[in-house]
């Protein structure tokens, strides 16, 4: 009885550690890789930046730059496009007094002119630029970057 009783035990115990199983190390999935290029902005460190991307095949940076200080009353508010902050073919409005007014926000698309002829509207896609006295010239120029876009945090900054 006990050789009987022996050989249960070694069969029970053969039993149980073939059916006990270790954890088989799996490879960890990677991330994810975004390829969309990013491009640094036109806005200095010490600004938001709440538009950012890299526009049509010129290569050249369209942001939008705030004040930290931004708010309806105080702070300022500037488009600039160009290829670098020290290369910009654009900023508005130039005068950083008062920049609030100079803008209109409208379904997340942020409007604005120059002053004169010109008015343009930067939206999730790029920026679209309309010419008064030249309706010819009236382009769009998409973005071809990541897009950085805060524009929603100028609802009750801007009218």
């Known amino acids: 009885m006990q050789k009987s009783l022996l050989v249960v035990t070694a069969l029970g115990a053969l039993a149980l550690g073939g059916c006990a199983s270790t954890p088989k190390e799996t490879a960890p999935v990677p991330a994810p890789v975004d390829t969309t290029p990013t491009v640094a902005s036109l806005c200095s460190s010490a600004e938001k930046v709440l538009f950012n991307c890299l526009v049509g095949s010129e290569n050249k940076t369209l942001s939008i730059c705030a004040s930290s200080d931004l708010s309806a ?12 902050q020290g290369a910009l073919d654009l900023s508005l409005p130039a005068n950083l007094t008062n920049t609030q007014a100079a ?11 120059n002053g004169t002829t010109n008015s343009y509207q930067v939206n999730d ?7 008064s ?10 973005c071809t970057s990541a897009v950085t876009n805060n524009l929603s945090s100028l609802s009750g900054i801007v009218q």
């Open 103 to 113: 803008f209109k926000l409208v379904g997340g698309a942020l409007s604005f002119s």
């Open 125 to 131: 896609t790029g920026v679209q630029t309309f010419w």
């Open 133 to 142: 006295k030249a309706p010819e010239r009236n382009r769009t120029l998409s």
């Open 73 to 84: 009353s105080t702070g300022y508010l500037q488009y600039r496009y160009g290829v670098s």
